[in-house]
């Protein structure tokens, strides 16, 4: 600012006229307004500011809330006509005072502030009460202490009992606000009671304070499934306000409170019906508030498909529709579309793959690729709407085009393959990374039915190098697929492609592959053959979704910015202020799993859920081993699982998994045995690429070493007392991948015991002996023998009572015994029960939640990885780890051998002995054995 | 909470800026200057997160609104209020334009002081607000303590949107149920999709604190009173005039602060105390049962490489004793064309180059009658391999009835305290049918 402008505003500031200094005060805020620094006229403007004209005290309230903090000093001026309008008659002006004070943010202020907020806060007028509720926020945020130390938390609780609802909804903003810096402090101290004041101001206070109540009653856990139904009544008459935040916030409310209500009440199912036309009013808001509900109702489409499965034509896009608006519908249309459906989405999709939009037009295109893959139905009619939209020869509609139908070729194996002809024709339009990966693929998967394949994927080798590392590694891939299959022509360019790979590149992934490639092809091209050419898993129909426990987490946040971003608040919020994880309540009952009658169904529908895989991008290990292909939306590693176990078994020195045998000990062998034949000369490097492989091992195994299976201790099954004295004492244990009863028979009786011969009843796993029963005989009086009988599981099965008992019946020369004993669960855990990450999370998210089961560990003093490398001894397998704040959350999957998968989540905290484990499974009653072994393993 | 407001011109030019949390600074005006208001690719969300600060802004005209924030904020209340805020400076000084904010910049942050504290938005009723934001200098001696109370009250109080002590020698009350009908129908003629959104507006001039009831033809309320056989009510006070006897079915309905919503949710009945003058009672959405009022007929037929020929009949679908108004047609052309041959049966067609469309116009129509044009378009020779998208075929038009069936069967008033009663009333209700998004593919 000019110092003239500044001299003639010090006069005018000076005038005796009012309304000459009123107008020189307004120059001095619009200068303010633009950013210039008009601080220099602090003390002029300060003497304003006792006036009697309103309008003229807001106006100089305003300067020093902006510059009090640049001049603490001069501020001091200011209090006196603060602490005497906290006196004035007028509420107005007390609340004027009271609320300005709170702005100004300077230490000697703040301690004047504090007599008149008292004050205040007890005053006679709501007004001045409910302002000065705010300032106490204001305050706590300068000077937390100075608040606490003053008692005025205790005042501002007292004012959730006031008479007026706008003073309570402003209290319970500030106790809310304040509570989120101090997480434990119990600050918003929830009981029944105070829920209930707070549910009768509700009906009585503004739209914004209605906000307020609802956001902070989400935060409450009803103690049953009662409380939470008589809440969800009062809140319900929410959902037809006229304010689209109010509804979303009682949304939120009803969706967190309704996890706790048993889904076979008939007030559930009212309240799902109930909870759709109001969302479907948000989507006749203003734009801006269509995003938002949209991003909050593709959450709750994930949470609770079958609330708005009826409703897909309200998601249709509009013409006029905002950019964002239309790619928001869209994500909520495919997770919509089903078979009853598809047909009009299908129409609509079409529609707007010829709209202008470029990336609208773009995920239309992939949308109706994931029709046809989610609706098997319509996959036919899906593919011919996509090569009309390749004869449209739109660059960016072909190239998408082509990389939903190379995800339709892996969900349909042999089907369609006769639109290759017409996807070749467009391969010199593809200029897109992703597009041309895809189109590679195809090219290499489908090889042997593309004369000139060679050609084709030549033409591509000419400028290697200059394509991404997408196309590359796909390139490789192709061109080995494609000598695999046609060994006699492609000689030269299987060569020219690893020369390229493995001596001219810089990037370690796809030299890593190549060598692997080259070591395979040169040392056993039928183990290649069945590594690379290998039979690929089912693609998932689903695809983004979000991680359940993030899922629950954003519908504790629904409305809010992170619902929004689809990100917990700690992702963008700095400090630590309202970053605490929300957890949504546990369902009434759970812990106790129900009983299921009978486990052959369970195992039946387990067996029957589809396979789902879901692309993963950026995981380590996918891509290092991805020896098949990688186009990251499509699919997964093909040989992982086998590679991955034999990496274990090398280390764990068991070398007994077929596949995993045959390729791991293939591939050290070349690694020890220096540089195979066919290796280039130059391969000095055969340590580092040794070290290479052994990060791999340590990645597949999770951990370097790991902890055998814990095998408990043999108890006596049978006392000679029983069995004409016969003792049998035993255990069970789990050997490379084999079951195995332990077995120590001891002769008490006077006579020798001949002709051993053992027996099992019907089971609930089918265990049988996999073998007679080798016993030296005879036993002589006083003797012991120790026999290992190896197990089956492919006995005869009935379900038992308890799941794991076991009824046995031993023979010998003198008489048929029978006795009964349990084996731990974790017997039946087979090797392979790693999941994939993607598979894993698709899996939690389809299991009902009525299926999950909740258990403490008590008193396991283990950190997150010695638990972890514990428990995958017995073949309990971390997928995932997460770590929030001190708490570490292992994602792990087990799989019997009746082929039930087990997913659990066990949450560690650090020095806190006990644990939580949930544990997820579609025959639930498993459940608790598991948990049983869980304790068994942790705690030895 | 919201972290500080501002407003800029459509240059990004700060017009006003009010800074609620110390954790916003300066430079968050200029982040989103330079991000948003100043970024080459169109807006692709109204929400933008730069350096873990978060924007939300709307647009009104050329001006832009922006809230910003650091915390994990309700974002549906920070856009509701927002809204709240354009309604509030509309209601006082009219239009919102670079002008109307420059000139009453010391009114808006006044305003902004009062309605956002430390970012929790308070009272924004304008009814509310007017007695005591008002620009007029006032003193505050000159205020008796009644009336400091009486705002004070007001202003916190249950009934924030209606102030005591209201009186006028004619009690009259207006409705208005506007609604807006939406289409999206195929060439073949199948309704891919329909539905009104509709208002019901009220003006309502009464004296004292009157207690209102409302009722229409719900389906549900009506159903009810068919069961239990008491029709006494329904058929006493008509309003609408004509039979009502057919109910109608209501998707959903939200409605205006003063309406008590559990009452609502109990019974259904619809009971308020309304506030003074002009405002939005209810909204609401049906999709059954509606009567489209128009129906296009498109043929569009390419004739080689450089002309098409369309064809576009309208039959309108109501009695024939009612006239639609404000009829337009739009016809989308190529970017192409080159040049059109319009002939129409009634009204003025004309191609409107810079629109891309042809743009029919008809005053006035009555029901049941069909109207047709036919065109002829050229169309320049291009090697653009990207085939015309075919933008719908989009109406407008008003007709004095409501497509979704909606009467209102009354509006009853009581005022205890003062001596009139429900029959001194003047009402008046007007039913108007708009085209919302009313388009048919070609």
Redesign the interface.
């Known amino acids: 600012v000019k110092k003239r402008e500044i001299f003639e505003l010090k006069a005018e500031l000076n005038s005796d006229k009012k309304e000459k200094k009123k107008e020189a005060v307004?120059k001095v805020?619009?200068s303010m307004?633009?950013?210039k620094d008009v601080s220099a006229l602090f003390p002029d403007v300060v003497n304003c500011m006792q006036t009697?004209?309103?309008?003229l005290k807001?106006?100089v309230?305003?300067y020093l809330m902006?510059y009090a903090k640049s001049q603490p000093d001069m501020a001091i001026m200011a209090v006196n006509t603060f602490v005497k309008d906290c006196e004035?008659?007028?509420?107005?002006?007390r609340a004027l005072a009271v609320?300005t004070m709170?702005?100004i943010?300077v230490d000697k202020i703040t301690e004047y502030l504090c007599e008149p907020l008292r004050k205040c806060l007890k005053d006679e007028?709501?007004?001045?009460r409910?302002?000065a509720a705010?300032?106490v926020?204001?305050l706590h945020?300068i000077n937390a202490q100075l608040v606490e130390d003053q008692g005025f938390l205790d005042t501002l609780k007292d004012l959730i009992s006031d008479s007026?609802?706008?003073?309570v909804a402003?209290a319970v903003?500030a106790l809310s606000?304040i509570a989120e810096s101090h997480p434990n402090s119990n600050l918003l101290d929830l009981n029944p009671q105070t829920i209930n004041k707070l549910l009768t101001a509700l009906?009585?206070?503004?739209?914004?304070g209605q906000?307020?109540i609802l956001?902070c009653l989400a935060n409450y856990t009803p103690r049953d499934d009662r409380e939470s139904q008589s809440i969800c009544e009062?809140v319900?008459?929410?959902l037809?306000?006229?304010?689209?935040?109010v509804?979303?916030?009682a949304v939120k409310v009803l969706m967190k409170f309704m996890e706790m209500l048993p889904k076979d009440l008939d007030y559930y199912g009212t309240l799902l019906k109930k909870l759709a036309?109001?969302l479907?009013?948000l989507l006749?808001a203003?734009?801006?508030?269509q995003?938002?509900?949209l991003r909050n109702i593709n959450l709750i489409v994930q949470k609770r498909p079958e609330i708005l499965k009826h409703e897909m034509?309200?998601f249709?896009v509009?013409?006029?529709d905002p950019?964002?608006v239309k790619l928001e519908k869209l994500d909520i249309m495919i997770r919509l579309a089903s078979q009853a459906n598809i047909a009009?989405v299908l129409?609509?999709l079409k529609?707007y793959a010829?709209?202008?939009d470029v990336d609208f037009v773009r995920k239309a295109v992939r949308a109706i690729g994931r029709c046809a893959i989610k609706v098997e139905q319509s996959a036919e009619r899906c593919v011919s709407t996509l090569l009309d939209l390749i004869q449209?020869?739109?660059n960016y509609v072909v190239q998408e085009a082509i990389v939903v139908i190379k995800d339709i070729f892996r969900k349909y194996p042999n089907k369609y393959e006769s639109v290759i002809a017409t996807l070749c024709e467009n391969l010199d339009s593809l200029d897109e990374p992703e597009a041309r990966a895809a189109m590679i693929w195809i090219v290499g998967e489908y090889a042997e039915r593309i004369d000139n394949a060679d050609e084709l994927l030549e033409s591509f080798l000419e400028g290697f190098h200059d394509e991404s590392t997408q196309v590359q590694l796909q390139l490789l891939t192709a061109i080995v697929k494609l000598f695999l299959k046609k060994p006699t022509e492609t000689q030269e360019l299987v060569q020219q492609v690893l020369s390229l790979a493995t001596q001219d590149s810089d990037n370690p992934d796809l030299r890593d592959r190549g060598y692997i490639y080259w070591r395979l092809l040169s040392t056993d091209p039928v183990a290649a053959k069945e590594v690379v050419l290998a039979e690929k898993p089912l693609i998932s129909e689903e695809t983004d979704l979000i991680e359940p426990t993030l899922l629950d987490e954003l519908i504790c946040?629904i409305?809010?910015?992170?619902?929004?971003?689809h990100k917990p608040?700690s992702a963008?919020?700095?400090g630590g202020?309202?970053?605490q994880h929300k957890r949504l309540p546990a369902r009434a009952g759970s812990g106790e799993s129900a009983e299921s009658p009978d486990v052959g169904q369970a195992v039946s529908a387990v067996s029957d859920a589809p396979p789902a895989v879901i692309p993963s991008q950026g995981d380590l290990l996918g891509d290092l081993l991805n020896l098949d292909l990688a186009p990251p939306t499509s699919n997964v590693p093909p040989v992982p699982s086998s590679m991955q176990m034999g990496a274990m078994d090398l280390l764990g020195g068991g070398l007994d998994s077929l596949v995993g045998l045959q390729c791991s000990s293939l591939m050290v062998s070349s690694v020890l045995g220096g540089a195979p034949v066919g290796m280039p000369a130059g391969l000095g490097a055969a340590p580092a690429v040794g070290g290479g492989l052994g990060d791999l091992f340590d990645l597949g195994g999770g951990v370097g070493v790991t902890a055998g299976s814990y095998i408990p201790p043999k108890t006596v099954w049978l006392p000679a007392m029983k069995a004409k004295g016969l003792e049998i004492s035993g255990t069970f244990a789990r050997r490379s991948g084999v079951i195995h009863m332990d077995l120590s028979f001891t002769n008490k009786a006077m006579s020798v015991m001949t002709d051993f011969a053992i027996q099992f009843n019907k089971n609930s796993f089918g265990l049988a002996p996999a073998g007679p029963l080798q016993v030296l005989t005879p036993l002589s009086p006083n003797q012991t023998v120790d026999v290992s009988l190896p197990l089956s599981t492919t006995g005869p099965v009935m379900k038992m009572e308890p799941l794991n008992n076991l009824q046995v019946a031993v023979k010998n020369n003198i008489d048929v015994f029978y006795f009964s004993c349990q084996y731990p669960i974790s017997l039946l855990f087979v090797e392979d029960g790693k999941m994939d990450r993607q598979v894993f999370l698709a899996t939690w998210k389809d299991i009902p939640s009525e299926n999950e089961a909740q258990f403490q560990i008590k008193d396991c003093h283990l950190n997150s990885d010695a638990a972890s490398n514990k428990l995958q001894g017995s073949n309990i397998f971390t997928v995932a780890k997460r770590t929030v704040d001190t708490q570490d959350m292992l994602y792990q999957s087990v799989k019997l051998t009746n082929g039930i998968w087990m997913l659990a989540e066990l949450r560690i905290q650090t020095g806190n002995p006990n644990s939580t484990l949930s544990v997820k499974c579609r025959a639930p009653e498993v459940s608790q054995y598991v948990y049983q072994c869980y304790e068994l393993i942790l705690r030895n | 909470?919201i972290g500080g407001l501002f407003i800029y011109n459509h240059k990004g030019?700060?017009?006003?800026?009010r800074?609620?949390?110390?954790?916003i600074g300066?430079n968050a005006?200029d982040a989103f200057r330079v991000n948003v208001i100043h970024a080459r690719q169109?807006?692709?969300?109204?929400?933008t997160?730069i350096a873990?600060t978060?924007f939300?802004?709307?647009k009104r005209s050329n001006i832009w609104l922006a809230a910003v924030?650091?915390?994990?904020?309700?974002?549906?209340?920070v856009?509701?209020?927002?809204?709240k805020m354009c309604d509030v400076m509309t209601a006082y000084f009219g239009k919102i334009s670079e002008e109307n904010i420059k000139n009453n910049?010391?009114l808006i942050?006044?305003l902004l002081?009062e309605i956002l504290?430390?970012g929790?938005?308070?009272?924004?009723?304008t009814g509310a607000l007017k007695t005591?934001i008002t620009?007029q200098?006032?003193?505050?001696?000159l205020?008796t303590?009644e009336e400091?109370?009486q705002?004070?009250?007001q202003?916190?109080?249950?009934i924030?949107w209606r102030r005591e002590g209201i009186k006028y020698r004619r009690n009259e009350l207006f409705l208005d149920v506007l609604e807006s009908v939406n289409l999206?129908m195929?060439p073949q003629g199948q309704v891919?999709?329909a539905?009104v959104?509709g208002r019901v507006v009220m003006k309502s001039y009464l004296s004292g604190m009157p207690e209102c009831k409302f009722g229409m033809n719900d389906k549900i309320v009506i159903d009810k009173q068919g069961k239990g056989g008491t029709t006494d009510e329904a058929g006493k006070s008509e309003l609408g005039g004509s039979s009502g006897k057919q109910s109608i079915a209501i998707?959903?309905?939200?409605?205006?602060?003063c309406v008590?919503?559990?009452k609502?949710?109990s019974e259904r009945s619809i009971s308020f105390i309304p506030p003074d003058g002009e405002y939005?009672l209810?909204?609401y959405?049906t999709t059954k049962d509606i009567i489209l009022p128009f129906r296009v007929i498109p043929l569009v037929r390419e004739v080689g490489r450089t002309k098409l020929e369309v064809k576009v009949v309208i039959k309108s679908n109501f009695k024939p004793s009612l006239l639609a108004q404000k009829i337009e047609v739009r016809i989308p052309t190529p970017l192409n064309t080159s040049g059109v041959q319009v002939i129409c049966m009634k009204g003025k067609a004309k191609y409107k180059a810079s629109e891309n469309a042809i743009v029919w116009k008809i005053k006035r129509m009555a029901g049941m009658k069909e109207s047709q044009i036919s065109a002829e378009i050229e169309l320049l020779p291009t090697n653009d391999?990207?085939?015309w998208?075919?933008?719908?075929i989009?109406m407008n038009f008003e007709v004095p009835f409501a497509p979704s069936g909606l009467k209102v069967r009354y509006l009853k008033v009581f005022e205890p305290k003062l001596n009139y009663s429900d029959h001194d009333v003047i009402k008046w209700v007007r039913y108007i049918g708009r085209s919302g998004?009313y388009?048919t593919?070609c």
């Open positions: 307004k805020i619009a307004t633009v950013g009697d004209n309103l309008e807001k106006l309230y305003l902006n004035d008659p007028n509420p107005l002006i609320r709170g702005c943010r007028d709501p007004y001045v409910k302002t705010v300032c926020a204001k945020d007026n609802p706008m003073v402003n903003a606000e009906n009585e206070c503004t739209e914004w906000i307020f956001d009062r319900t008459p929410r037809s306000h006229a304010n689209s935040a509804v979303l916030s036309p109001p479907v009013t006749s203003e734009p801006e508030l995003y938002v509900a034509k309200v249709f509009k013409y006029n950019i964002y009009q129409a609509e529609e010829t709209e202008v449209t020869k739109v946040h409305g809010t910015l992170a619902s929004v971003y608040p963008f919020v700095e202020r309202g970053v | 909470m030019e700060v017009l006003i800026s800074v609620y949390r110390d954790d300066r005006v169109q807006v692709r969300s109204p929400v997160n873990r978060s939300f802004h709307v924030t650091k915390q994990n904020v309700n974002a549906a209340m856009f509701e209020f927002l809204y910049f010391v942050y006044e002081d504290d430390f929790y938005p308070q009272n924004s009723e005591f620009q200098g006032i003193k505050s001696q205020q303590k400091q109370s705002i004070t009250s202003v916190t109080g249950q924030g999206l195929s891919l999709s539905h959104s998707d959903d309905c939200t409605f205006h602060q008590r919503l559990s609502f949710d939005e209810m909204r959405r391999k990207k085939k998208a075919r933008p719908p989009s998004i388009e593919r």
